[in-house]
């Protein structure tokens, strides 16, 4: 696949896909809710107005929605400080998000479309049963026709349990439940090759194949047109999105008609093709949701037979231990440079890997006293990282 595609190939894809897509999550952010008066109703009320467009079309959507602490910020009149504790935004968090919702409730309301609030921290998708129990409520509500707005609950998600952003939390929930495509409404028109200011030679980049390294630097340019916005965060999401094989959009949240331009075939924004292979929803769950416990170092040999072979890993490459986890404890795994190759849940705590690293599978219950299994972790239970237009 290659960088982009170009414009004529494109707009194919774009529009076979845009046609096929029946479950959309959208998300917005604060630079596209907010202006200097807190909540921008004018934005709210035409976001609303959309949706409602594409649920009367016979699709279902969820909104992803920041702006809760900008609206609460100016609530209360706190000036944003460099070094703003989290107690600080908790608050800001717990005032606002009531303002927001009551804006789309209104907003909503013109309309006729029901809206559900729903307050997630992390802690609720790494728990197998919780993440389960939110995917068959959010189904539920697209049962009753309803648009679910979700958001961070950010009152109480304690630092180390937060999601790292809404672009992050809307590409889970855009895999959870099997969306076919990931809009981030943004504050930028679409990505470019280079600063659309300084170099006289960029062009709008319309329709992306992957996420590459190529793209990701860019990204990472100071002054770059890309490194605008958290531009980074929004491509790790459309790369989560594309492993689980949905498609991706990033455009400006501030037109008037963004989501009917989009679904009307109309060329706006920077699309992202889904992925050539999709992980099953379980292997999602593992890759992205879950938060490591610890770190496994493997060999040369270890590392070609996960990467390049799909095999399991046995205690004979592992080469190092780091952390202390129990059994079944979502665990990466790093090559000798410390490059992040995979994801997987361990069979064996971290004392007894310990114990068995570099020695054969023959050698476990003599050393253990007993031998559950021949693989620290069983192939089931991982995933490749790191590679090409992947996280």
Not at 78 to 93: G, S, Y
Not at 240 to 246: K, P, R
Not at 270 to 294: C, D, E, M, S
């Given at each position: 696949m290659?960088?982009?595609?170009?414009?004529?190939?494109?707009?194919?894809y774009?529009?076979t896909?845009?046609d096929?897509?029946?479950?959309v999550?959208?998300k917005?952010g604060?630079?596209?809710?907010t202006?200097?008066?807190?909540l921008?109703?004018?934005?709210?009320?035409?976001?609303?107005?959309?949706?409602?467009?594409?649920?009367?079309?016979g699709?279902?959507?969820?909104l992803?929605?920041?702006?809760?602490?900008a609206?609460?910020?100016?609530?209360?009149?706190?000036?944003?400080?460099?070094?703003?504790?989290?107690?600080?935004?908790q608050?800001?968090?717990a005032?606002?998000q009531?303002?927001?919702?009551?804006a789309?409730?209104?907003?909503?309301?013109?309309?006729r479309?029901p809206?559900?609030?729903?307050?997630?921290?992390?802690a609720?998708l790494?728990?197998?049963?919780?993440?389960?129990?939110?995917?068959?409520?959010?189904?539920t509500l697209?049962?009753?026709?309803?648009?679910?707005?979700?958001?961070?609950?950010?009152?109480?998600?304690?630092?180390?349990?937060?999601?790292?952003?809404?672009?992050?939390?809307?590409?889970?929930?855009?895999?959870?439940?099997?969306?076919?495509?990931?809009?981030?409404?943004?504050?930028?028109?679409?990505?470019y090759?280079?600063?659309?200011?300084?170099?006289?030679?960029?062009r709008?980049?319309?329709?992306?194949?992957?996420?590459?390294?190529?793209?990701e630097?860019?990204?990472?340019?100071?002054?770059?047109?890309?490194?605008?916005g958290?531009?980074?965060?929004?491509?790790?999401a459309?790369?989560?999105?594309?492993?689980?094989g949905?498609?991706?959009?990033?455009?400006?949240?501030?037109?008037?008609?963004?989501?009917?331009?989009?679904?009307?075939?109309?060329l706006?924004?920077?699309?992202?093709?889904?992925?050539?292979?999709?992980?099953?929803?379980?292997?999602?769950?593992?890759?992205?949701?879950?938060?490591?416990?610890?770190?496994?170092?493997?060999?040369?040999?270890a590392?070609?037979?996960?990467?390049?072979?799909?095999?399991?890993?046995?205690p004979?490459?592992?080469?190092e231990?780091?952390?202390?986890?129990?059994?079944?404890?979502?665990?990466?795994?790093?090559?000798?440079?410390?490059t992040?190759?995979?994801?997987?849940?361990?069979n064996y705590?971290?004392?007894?890997?310990?114990?068995?690293?570099?020695?054969?599978?023959?050698?476990?219950?003599?050393?253990?006293?007993?031998?559950?299994?021949?693989?620290?972790?069983?192939?089931?239970n991982?995933?490749?990282?790191?590679?090409?237009?992947?996280?």
């Amino acid at each position: 696949m290659t960088l982009q595609m170009n414009n004529d190939d494109g707009l194919y894809y774009r529009q076979t896909l845009f046609d096929q897509a029946k479950r959309v999550v959208i998300k917005v952010g604060s630079a596209v809710l907010t202006g200097d008066n807190g909540l921008d109703e004018s934005v709210i009320a035409n976001i609303a107005r959309q949706i409602s467009f594409l649920q009367s079309s016979g699709r279902e959507v969820i909104l992803v929605s920041s702006g809760a602490v900008a609206a609460g910020r100016k609530r209360l009149g706190v000036v944003k400080t460099p070094h703003e504790e989290l107690r600080v935004k908790q608050a800001l968090a717990a005032t606002g998000q009531g303002l927001l919702m009551q804006a789309y409730e209104l907003a909503f309301a013109e309309f006729r479309q029901p809206v559900a609030q729903v307050l997630l921290t992390h802690a609720d998708l790494s728990h197998r049963g919780r993440y389960l129990n939110v995917r068959n409520t959010i189904r539920t509500l697209f049962e009753f026709g309803v648009v679910p707005i979700i958001n961070e609950n950010d009152t109480v998600s304690a630092e180390e349990l937060r999601f790292s952003d809404n672009d992050t939390l809307g590409a889970l929930m855009t895999n959870m439940i099997g969306a076919d495509m990931f809009i981030i409404l943004t504050d930028v028109d679409c990505l470019y090759t280079g600063h659309p200011v300084e170099d006289p030679d960029a062009r709008p980049m319309y329709t992306v194949a992957a996420v590459t390294r190529e793209i990701e630097r860019m990204a990472g340019q100071a002054g770059s047109a890309l490194g605008t916005g958290g531009m980074m965060a929004k491509l790790r999401a459309v790369k989560m999105v594309a492993a689980c094989g949905g498609s991706s959009f990033i455009g400006p949240g501030r037109h008037p008609e963004i989501l009917k331009a989009l679904f009307s075939g109309e060329l706006v924004g920077t699309f992202f093709l889904p992925g050539k292979g999709a992980l099953n929803r379980r292997k999602h769950w593992i890759a992205y949701v879950l938060k490591p416990q610890g770190f496994l170092v493997v060999d040369d040999g270890a590392r070609r037979a996960l990467v390049e072979q799909g095999r399991s890993l046995l205690p004979s490459g592992i080469v190092e231990v780091q952390g202390s986890f129990a059994v079944g404890a979502p665990v990466h795994c790093l090559d000798r440079q410390g490059t992040v190759i995979a994801a997987g849940l361990s069979n064996y705590d971290a004392a007894d890997i310990e114990r068995i690293k570099g020695r054969k599978t023959g050698e476990i219950a003599a050393i253990l006293g007993t031998k559950d299994t021949d693989e620290v972790i069983h192939r089931d239970n991982l995933v490749v990282l790191g590679r090409e237009g992947e996280i």
